[in-house]
């Protein structure tokens, strides 16, 4: 969905897109700038860090052997060297139930773990050419000011309004995350139920 998105914003082969998102959104965030070039500028709010343990998250972030090759960092490096903005935020934090497994544990990650991956990611860069476009902010909520004008900044976005100079603020009202959740659940129930009636069917064919 993240990358027909990014398709559909970029038709004309000469938008700039970028891709900001914090806790669960930051993840996205992280694998979609990495997987799609398209993404000019990434944004990761309350989500990097340098010591991640998966076996305690929620468990559609457990990918197998994933931490054996790579941390946050080295995913990160595979955006670069386009604009990448890490934030140092406070993340998401409770417990995600799972239907028949163990419950995920999330937590917000510490600034010093996140500055220290930061510093990594910075090491695995050096040398590169173009340089990449790294940039480290410190903050006590989630998209603050100040990587939120650093983002629009990358992408070309004339930060202030003309009309007010104030910074552009959220307008969207009547935002209902459950019921959107619940279609999207749905739909891939929907999806999976499909597969399944059709699977016979094609190993019949296959056999």
């Known amino acids: 969905m993240i990358s027909a ?3 559909w914003l970029d038709a004309d082969g000469n938008s700039a897109v970028g891709i900001f998102g914090w806790g669960e959104g930051g993840l996205l965030a992280l694998y979609s700038a990495a997987l799609d ?5 990434a944004g990761v709010s309350g989500y990097f860090r340098k010591d991640r343990l ?22 990160a490096s595979l955006i670069l060297p386009r604009t990448l903005l890490i934030e140092a935020a406070p993340g998401p ?14 937590s917000s990650p510490p600034s010093g ?22 940039a480290f ?12 004008t650093a983002f629009l900044d990358a992408l070309g976005v004339d930060v202030k ?8 603020t959220y307008q969207r009202g009547g935002w209902d995350a459950a019921a959107r959740q619940a279609i999207h659940h749905q739909q891939i129930d ?3 139920q499909w597969l399944l009636r059709e699977s016979s069917h094609l190993r019949r064919v296959f056999m």
Request: charged share 30%; no cysteine; proline share 10%.
């Open 5 to 7: 998105a990014a398709a």
């Open 93 to 106: 934090e409770g417990v995600v139930a799972s239907p028949g497994g163990a419950n995920g544990i999330l």
């Open 190 to 192: 929907r999806y999976y």
């Open 37 to 41: 070039p398209r993404f000019e500028a």
């Open 54 to 75: 998966l076996w305690r998250e929620p468990l559609d972030r457990n990918v197998f052997d994933l931490l054996r090759w790579f941390g946050d960092a080295e995913i």
């Open 137 to 148: 902010f410190n903050s006590d909520r989630p998209g603050g000011d100040p990587v939120l």
């Open 161 to 168: 309004a003309p009309d007010t100079g104030q910074l552009p």
């Open 113 to 134: 773990e996140v500055r220290a991956e930061f510093d990594r990611l910075v090491a695995l860069s050096e040398g590169l050419e173009p340089r990449p476009r790294l």
